[in-house]
DNA sequence: GGGTATTTGTCCGTATGTATT
DNA sequence: AAATACATACGGACAAATACC
């Protein structure tokens, strides 16, 4: 027979309530000494049944005040596909676009710029000789007023010295550091590759977005490495999302605009007058 | 003051040697009985600590023999982005050819073919009026023998009726589903849209992807809506990926081949131009 | 601001069950 | 069958966070 162990019958009747909206979302449920009479039950097994809802992201439990049928966020959804030679998927108006388009309010940091050494792994997609230096520029990004990214462009330092010397300014490069590439030092970029991971936040990552700090809610990280028309990588650009609030979309060929379905422009025409506007 | 609460300085003391590498990956941690003595502590909060480390991943217990250092699977990658007019993220051989690319022998089942009503928010995509049918094409994949991904295709019964018979029948379409609605009825794939998020598993999923059932392994959705050259949905895709051995990747524009790099990174990420090509 | 009641968080000891070797 | 190691469950005590008066 083997019966499941009594948290898990606990739990599993908890579950039930909350999805069949017994327990709306938010609502208080009952606390632990209540819960311990009612399944007749002593209170740390109790307790072992709410640690499993935790665990699951159904429930939270607030010290001093109860536990609660947790509350979805409205998720935001950024589009990796965008055109190959303006596509920063970072500064400049189109991400800002993006954002107003969702009618979410964006915000964020100052680029945070650090030169380091390009032997870590974290620079590995720039092909970099080891000894090498690497401009690194660091934002931290909001949509309405809630943390919602972290984002690390790299640059080979080669690049400063050939010209390029906004790049180790902290200050936002408005037209977007694609286009400034091209003017300062004459590199196009013609395409990029972003590598899809999901993985548990570290403590930087759980500490800005306020994440749980149970590891349950983990990240996704795109990393981007664009390349020029020799293909040479000259960016890699690392972006961090909480995967609870957090969509993301890939487009290919031609696709209608989800708003207006009938309509026959294509996505690759959006995303050149996209990238035409904010240029 | 107030330190963290003893199991996190403990949970924190084994976090460090795992992440120092002092404890390898697959070794055999201390018992609870040991750790209770070297710590001081009780057993129930070696316990705690065992159990702040189980949900983050870096350690899974096994009962009557340990705990044990979590060793991690070797990721397969997954492209989206294809050629919009061939790309089935599915049936056919490029799905296979990707796979052996990467030197990992795939797998999967016939697919188990359904008719179902398309009001649910399942196939909302489609667009497809209230009563209409839909056909579903169900396949679970696997690599190495391991269970992969469950994959979900539903296409619009009216093509069926117009003469793509094939969609209702229980076995593989080697040529891909595209080129033979391209045959079939002279339907043209000319591109489509990914939604990609990551959810916990439902049963069905953490059951046949083996996963641990405290819910700390979330699963990549990915939604694939396919568009003919008119703008109408022909196809949904739906694929769900344990997150804890598959990445995606995403080209856009001119990407070099990912030359048979250093890094484990990008050696995963074989090309997928040839596939293209063949198909 | 202080004090008190409520609620969850941590920690202990103990007993018994179950899986593996 | 016996030993080992983790899993479940109980009860008790005190600490910490929060809400309310």
Redesign the interface.
């Known amino acids: 027979m083997a019966a499941d162990p009594m948290y898990r019958q606990i739990a599993d009747d908890l579950r039930r309530q909350i999805e069949e909206g017994e327990l709306a979302p938010g609502q208080q449920l009952r606390t632990e000494l209540e819960l311990r009479e009612k399944y007749s039950a002593s209170r740390n097994t109790v307790r072992d049944a709410i640690k499993?809802l935790i665990?699951?992201?159904l429930v939270e439990s607030r010290p001093g005040q109860g536990t609660f049928v947790f509350e979805k966020i409205s998720?935001f959804?950024t589009t990796?596909?965008?055109n190959?030679?303006t596509?920063s998927s970072g500064e400049g108006t189109i991400y800002s676009q993006e954002v107003t388009a969702q009618l979410r309010t964006p915000s964020d940091t100052l680029p945070q710029v650090e030169i380091k050494q390009a032997n870590s792994?974290e620079t590995?997609?720039l092909?970099l000789p080891g000894g090498a230096s690497v401009v690194s520029r660091h934002q931290k990004r909001f949509i309405d007023g809630t943390p919602w990214s972290l984002q690390t462009s790299f640059y080979p330092m080669s690049l400063v010295q050939t010209g390029a010397l906004r790049l180790i300014q902290a200050e936002n490069i408005d037209e977007g550091t694609v286009e400034y590439l091209k003017e300062s030092v004459g590199i196009k970029?013609?395409?990029?590759?972003?590598?899809?991971?999901?993985?548990?936040p570290d403590n930087t990552e759980a500490t800005f977005f306020k994440l749980p700090d149970?590891?349950?809610v983990?990240v996704?990280e795109t990393?981007r490495t664009a390349?020029d028309?020799k293909?040479v990588p000259v960016r890699l650009t690392v972006s961090v999302y909480p995967?609870d609030r957090n969509?993301?979309?890939?487009?290919?060929?031609?696709?209608?605009d989800?708003a207006e379905?009938?309509?026959?422009m294509?996505?690759a025409a959006a995303d050149d007058a996209d990238a035409e506007r904010s240029g």
């Open positions: 499993w665990t699951r992201g998720p959804v990796l596909t965008g190959p030679r596509s792994p590995a997609e092909q970029q013609v395409g990029y590759r972003d590598m899809i991971t999901v993985r548990a149970d590891g349950r983990s996704i990393r390349y028309d293909g995967a969509q993301l979309a890939v487009k290919v060929g031609e696709v209608p989800p379905a009938d309509d026959a294509t996505a």
